[in-house]
Every structure is written in C-alpha cells, then in structure tokens.
C-alpha cells in the first residue's frame, strides 16, 4: 500500500513533531495539548496500524524510517499510555513491527526494545507519571522495580487466565460478541510475548478456550506463532493444549507433520526405537 494513500507523510510528520514536542515539556499547556489531540492521535495510530499490519515488519520500517522514534516517545508519554484507546493503538502498531523471525543483529534488537515497550505499556499505572512517587511506592512494598514489574505481569496473566476459565464455564453469555472480541485481541497482544515464559498459563488457557461462537475467535497470526515457537521447542505445552491448537488450526497440523518428516529424513537415526522417540516426542 503506497504510504501517502492512508497515513500522508505530511501527517506522519505533522505527529512525531508532536511527539518530540510534547516529550521536551512538562508544562501544564503542553499536557493540555496532549489531551486535547488525543482523539485525532488515536485515529491516526488507527490508520497507521491498518496501513503497517499486513506489510511485514521490514517493508513498515523502509516505508516509515521514523516511526520507531514516534512510538517509542509516545509510548513514554503518561498523557498518551494514560488512555485505554491510545495504549491499545500503541501495542498493535508495536506487534507489527516485530520480526517473528530475526535475520539479522538489527532485527533482534528491534525485538528486544519492542518487548521492552510492550512491558513497560503491561506495567503503566497511575503512578507512571511521577517516577519519584513510583520508586517510593515500589521500596515501600519490598520489592525492586525489576521484581515488582515482574509481579504486575504475573498477576494480570492470572486475571486474564481467571477471567476466560469462568467465562468458558458461566454457559450462556449475552456479550458473547464483544467476549470474543476481546479474546481475539488478547491473542493478538500475546504474539510478540509468546516465549515469555510467565505467559505460558495464558497460552494453554487461550487454546483451550472456545466460548459460543462457531467461528475461530483466536487469531491466526497467534496460532501460527505459537506453533512455530512450539515446534522449535522454545515453549512447553501441555498435550491438551497442543492437540488443540492442531484442531482448530489445521495449517499449523500440517506443518508439525511436516517438521516432524524433514526431522526423520535429515536426522541420522541408528535405530527403531529413536524413530518412535522422536515421533513420540512430536505428538503426533
């Protein structure tokens, strides 16, 4: 998609300045100003992301050199993270930049500072805007903020692991639209995260979890990254949820069964029982 169709370069332009701008002042009238643009902010990160999301992390970046700088200092701005819209904008623009497979030193970087934004969005409070307060509040609870972070992560993997168990078994769900709505966009948050090994609970309860609706509510790009990232043996799941993953998408079935024939026909095997070993260990 040619880039002056949906997000004009004057635009793009017209937003970083304002980024770089209100990151260089912390005055009362430069924070209204944030408030103010907020709305026109969100739809621009709206058709940004709907401009990047099926280009590829390396085709956004040549077409918007810039744009890691937009949402980075964005994502540091507590007036901007500090609304939901804004913050969910944020994350996606964040998960299309991601490289599901690094080719190079450039790549994993961007990875690594990509999760590290990511993070740093899960984390954000109320406290955000005042780091003294922040640092003082964490100290007086005991915890580094290291150790603390951690901690919020943790604890919204187990609310969000709450929330879709009950909802699975509360049978009739009269929101069953947004429900899936909102399942859906948790998958898509979980893509660049997936390896984390704190998200694994969240993995084996989204794969397990089918609601009321007929149709696949778990995104593709999910079930296929978490596939990918099980066949290489960077996360563990449980069989269940491994068998699951297989029934709903059959594309990622497809190729555990043929990673599972390139393993037997590259790898030397001295024996019968190494081929039931290794077919044992693939689950298939």
Not at 99 to 115: D, F, G, T
Not at 128 to 156: P, Q, R
Not at 230 to 249: C, G, M, Q, T
Not at 259 to 282: C, G, P, R, T, Y
Request: charged residues 20%; hydrophobic residues 40%.
């Amino acid at each position: 998609m040619a880039q002056d169709t949906t997000v004009p370069k004057l635009n793009f332009k017209y937003w970083l300045d304002k980024a770089i701008e209100w990151s260089q002042a912390t005055t009362l009238e430069s924070q209204k100003d944030v408030c103010l643009h907020l709305p026109q902010l969100q739809e621009f990160l709206h058709q940004l992301y709907e401009t990047i999301k099926h280009l590829g992390s390396t085709v956004a970046i040549q077409q918007f050199p810039l744009i890691g700088q937009l949402l980075g200092r964005l994502c540091w701005n507590p007036f901007v993270i500090g609304y939901d819209e804004s913050q969910k904008a944020l994350m996606w623009c964040l998960c299309c930049l991601y490289s599901s497979e690094p080719q190079n030193a450039v790549e994993l970087k961007a990875n690594s500072w990509i999760r590290s934004l990511l993070c740093h969005l899960l984390c954000s409070s109320k406290w955000e805007s005042n780091e003294a307060e922040t640092s003082t509040f964490i100290s007086a609870l005991g915890y580094t903020s290291a150790d603390y972070y951690c901690h919020l992560v943790k604890n919204m993997v187990v609310s969000l692991v709450t929330e879709l168990r009950e909802n699975q078994f509360n049978g009739l769900n009269i929101q069953e639209s947004t429900s899936a709505s909102r399942v859906n966009a948790v998958s898509i948050f979980c893509v660049p995260l997936i390896t984390l090994p704190d998200l694994t609970p969240l993995l084996e309860t989204l794969l397990l979890y089918h609601g009321g609706s007929s149709k696949e509510i778990l995104s593709s790009e999910f079930l296929e990254a978490v596939n990918e990232a099980f066949l290489k043996k960077k996360i563990s799941l449980p069989e269940s949820a491994v068998f699951s993953l297989w029934l709903r998408h059959l594309p990622s079935l497809e190729k555990a069964t043929l990673h599972l024939l390139d393993q037997l026909f590259s790898i030397q095997l001295n024996s019968l029982e190494e081929v039931a070993h290794v077919i044992k260990d693939s689950l298939l």
